[in-house]
């Protein structure tokens, strides 16, 4: 019988379940050669006692330190797509009992940072501390490629010019010949992919690009200025607008409607703004939560050796189609 102050253990578990310490380990962290009837059985036992991980203490025996390190541009820490990519990592590795460090550009570092690993989540080519965490040496997982000499060892990607182009097709079904960009500078993957996606609808449909970029932290006045110099251009009047940099869309509408411009409205990036907008915003959901745990799952892949490095994965975004490009009359 367990003493009610006792703690409970994993040979506690054992021996309640019936079976060798290895195998309620292995039944617990998903490893071994356990059939599913026993490992069910392990786990209904740790619940039932309230079993929890030393972990650690199992950190300590991997000579690890039980936690990763997480980079985002510091102009992303205002964006709720920030937020969610956040919550996927920590999500992911809490499931492995580890903890996140955050590290943001702001920070200038003389040392490497105590943890396993990093994720990078849309790193900036040009950044120095980005470029300083991958000479670390330390395994390096990124959120898109990273634009500069150095790839990480995993990259988790998602087909952006290609969605781009279905969402370019959608226009052109819905009425609009002559839809216009604003894009952010090409620091990043994603917005080199967007403008490079845009360029070649383009030039595959023989549409004259109608192009303007703004700062990857663009403010809505930057962006509204933006709009106002493509609907000022003579002759060449956009029947539609794609706003790529996050919450862009939102902040234009209004400028839209005022303007009586008839202008079809769609955003790169998918958030609160734009399905609350009025009307709704069409828009591309990039799914930031589960981009943040695929990359934090592939980081654990490569620490433990399950993903060879240089593993890249295709992460799948989504086109959500809503009444701000209803067809144009």
Known sequence: MQAADEPVTILTVAKEAGVSKTTASDALRGSGRVSETTREAVARVAERLGYVPNGSARHLRRASTGTIGLHVPEVLTRSSYYMSFVFGVVEQAARHDYDVTLITSGQRRTRPPRVDGLVLGDPLGGDPVVEGLMATGLPTVSCERFPGDRQADGVVWSQHAAMLARLLDHLRESGASRPALIVAGDESDWAANVHRGYLGWCVAGGVTPLVRRVSFDATGDEVRAATRALLSVAGERPDALVCAPAGAAA?????????????????????????QADPPITAIDLRPREAGASCAELLFELLSGAAPMGTERVHPIELAIRASTRPLP
């Open 251 to 275: 902040e234009v509408a209004p400028l839209l409607r005022e303007a009586g411009a008839g202008v079809l409205l769609a955003s790169c990036v998918d958030n609160a703004g734009t399905r």
